[in-house]
């Protein structure tokens, strides 16, 4: 099954003088308005019927829409006279249509890998943009062009019986073009040479203005109102009268939670500072910015 065109040779007896008849294509004539013709049981249709003597004939047969199990043959002749072969054809069920996939997107200048599903006994047939072809059931394309782009059609063969064509659509990308390296924590990637890259890092956005702080009997709430997630806090102390200066260390690392305490108490002509910073799975934000939007440094970040 599954075959769009396959030829079938008749073999039929002679019966009380019967036989096959076929008055033939009546070359340079008008041609005959009777024709010896056939068909087939079972989503089998007959695209051709060849005469060849009074016993024999070929037909060709379409199974693309053909069921499988033993079919009935019946062969007409002009005058209308009938002969029927009942299961005297049998269409075997063809290969199951293979999965095809690729490992597009790919850069101009990589490889493109097609791949289709394993089918026990096949051999496999690839057709595919700037004539592509191969008989492998994995195929790549090395240094693949923008021309390989396009659809790939794969089929298996089975015991001389054809697959349904699986399909699948590559993606190449040109030289400079954007890109996704599957890195989530990247943007602004571009192809350079068959490969990805070239991005830069996207680490969490820093946390708002909204951090808050309270004190309940000696203990310090640092709280804050982004979303949830997960946070660092830091603390840092600062000598009364001396320079600014970024000495935080890590309070309490990597909490689920948007509050965190400190009971610790400042030395005298001290005070305490706290910095809240975002982690997920791309790294750290910075602690915060100095009036001239400049990233203020983390010193001793959290485990």
Same mark, same amino acid.
């Given at each position: ?83 029927? =072969?009942?299961?005297?054809? @049998? ?7 293979? %999965?095809? #996939?690729? !490992? $597009?997107? /790919? ?90 890259? =070239?991005?830069?890092?996207? @680490? ?7 951090? %808050?702080? #309270?004190? !309940? $009997?000696? /203990? ?84």
């Amino acid at each position: 099954s599954g075959l769009p065109s396959v030829s079938v040779a008749i073999t039929g007896t002679s019966a009380s003088g019967s036989g096959f008849f076929d008055p033939g294509s009546d070359p340079g004539g008008p041609g005959f308005a009777r024709r010896i013709t056939s068909t087939v049981s079972g989503g089998v249709t007959v695209t051709g019927v060849t005469f060849t003597d009074p016993t024999h004939l070929t037909l060709t047969l379409d199974t693309t829409a053909a069921s499988s199990g033993p079919k009935n043959v019946t062969i007409t002749n002009p005058d209308g006279q009938a002969a029927i =072969g009942s299961g005297i054809l @049998t269409v075997n069920p063809g290969p199951a249509q293979p %999965a095809a #996939s690729n !490992n $597009g997107p /790919v850069c101009a200048g990589g490889t493109l890998q097609l791949t289709a599903s394993a089918i026990p006994g096949a051999t496999y047939s690839w057709t595919g943009p700037n004539g592509f072809t191969s008989s492998q059931q994995n195929p790549a394309i090395a240094g693949a062009s923008t021309a390989a782009a396009g659809t790939y059609s794969v089929r298996a063969t089975v015991g001389g019986c054809i697959s349904p064509a699986g399909t699948t659509a590559a993606t190449i990308i040109a030289n400079q073009g954007a890109c996704n390296d599957g890195n989530a924590c990247t943007t602004g990637e571009t192809c350079t040479g068959g490969v990805c890259g =070239g991005g830069s890092v996207s @680490t969490p956005v820093e946390v708002n203005d909204s951090v %808050a702080l #309270s004190d !309940n $009997g000696g /203990v310090t709430t640092i709280s804050w109102t982004d979303p949830p997630g997960t946070y660092s806090v830091y603390r840092g102390t600062r000598t009364d009268g001396s320079p600014w200066s970024f000495n935080q260390t890590c309070l309490a690392p990597r909490i689920g939670t948007s509050s965190a305490t400190d009971s610790g108490n400042p030395p005298a002509l001290t005070v305490f500072f706290y910095l809240v910073t975002r982690v997920d799975a791309c790294g750290e934000s910075i602690p915060g910015r100095d009036s001239n939007g400049t990233p203020e440094p983390n010193p001793s970040p959290c485990p």
